[in-house]
T-cell receptor, first 112, second 112 residues
Framework: SQTIHQWPATLVQPVGSPLSLECTVE??????LYWYRQAAGRGLQLLFY??????ISSEVPQNLSASRPQDRQFILSSKKLLLSDSGFYLC???????????FGDGTRLSIL | QKEVEQNSGPLSVPEGAIASLNCTYS??????FFWYRQYSGKSPELIMS????GDKEDGRFTAQLNKASQYVSLLIRDSQPSDSATYLC????????????FGQGTRLTINP
């Protein structure tokens, strides 16, 4: 069966520091991968998605970037975090483009 | 008009009653519809998928789809306190078919 791993679960970072969140999927090949952010009490905002190695589509211009160095690995990065980057970051995967998506446990990021 | 709209709630339902959650969407060509449940502080969990007009039942959950009215709903029968969560509607639209569009979610509280 397929599983998705996302870490760390919780992260506290100072403003201006770098960020790297990692997500890996097991049990499937060539998954579609997604990064979402959910602000407190808000809906899911799609940040990036990838349909293959090295293929990244950005949904929202901001100081975040994503990379897919391996088939089942998706990384979310930032060179300098802003206060507004705080939130709940969720990685998701799907077999067929767009549907249905299965989520990792998420990373709660607090910027101080 | 938002692409996927849900009443944010909170929706309060007594234990044992039927909870009815509603979602409308803007893209008439949409083909795939999903309901996710999200407990506070946790990641969304897929609970229902529906692709054809009509009803689809899974245990205490029934998803209803009416493409002509661009309306999808989720009924929860015999509501339990453990059903208290935020329910997210997600739609795969024709445009941007690699991704799902999520509604803001409806917060449901089941009162014992």
């Amino acid at each position: 069966s397929q599983t998705i791993h996302q870490w760390p679960a919780t992260l506290v970072q100072p403003v201006g520091s770098p960020l790297s969140l990692e997500c890996t999927v097991e049990g499937t090949s060539n998954p579609n991968l997604y990064w979402y952010r959910q602000a407190a009490g808000r809906g899911l905002q799609l940040l990036f998605y990838s349909v293959g190695i090295g293929q990244i589509s950005s949904e929202v211009p901001q100081n975040l970037s994503a990379s897919r160095p391996q088939d089942r690995q998706f990384i979310l990065s930032s060179k300098k975090l802003l206060l507004s980057d705080s939130g709940f970051y969720l990685c998701a995967w799907s077999v067929i483009q767009g549907q249905p998506q299965h989520f990792g446990d998420g990373t709660r990021l607090s910027i101080l | 008009q938002k692409e996927v709209e849900q009443n944010s709630g909170p929706l309060s339902v007594p234990e044992g009653a039927i909870a009815s959650l509603n979602c409308t969407y803007s893209d008439r060509g949409s083909q795939s519809f999903f309901w996710y449940r999200q407990y506070s502080g946790k990641s969304p969990e897929l609970i229902m998928s529906i692709y054809s007009n009509g009803d689809k039942e899974d245990g205490r959950f029934t998803a209803q789809l009416n493409k002509a009215s661009q309306y999808v709903s989720l009924l929860i029968r015999d509501s339990q306190p453990s059903d208290s969560a935020t329910y997210l509607c997600a739609v795969k639209m024709i445009q941007g078919a690699q991704k799902l569009v999520f509604g803001q979610g409806t917060r449901l509280t089941i009162n014992p």
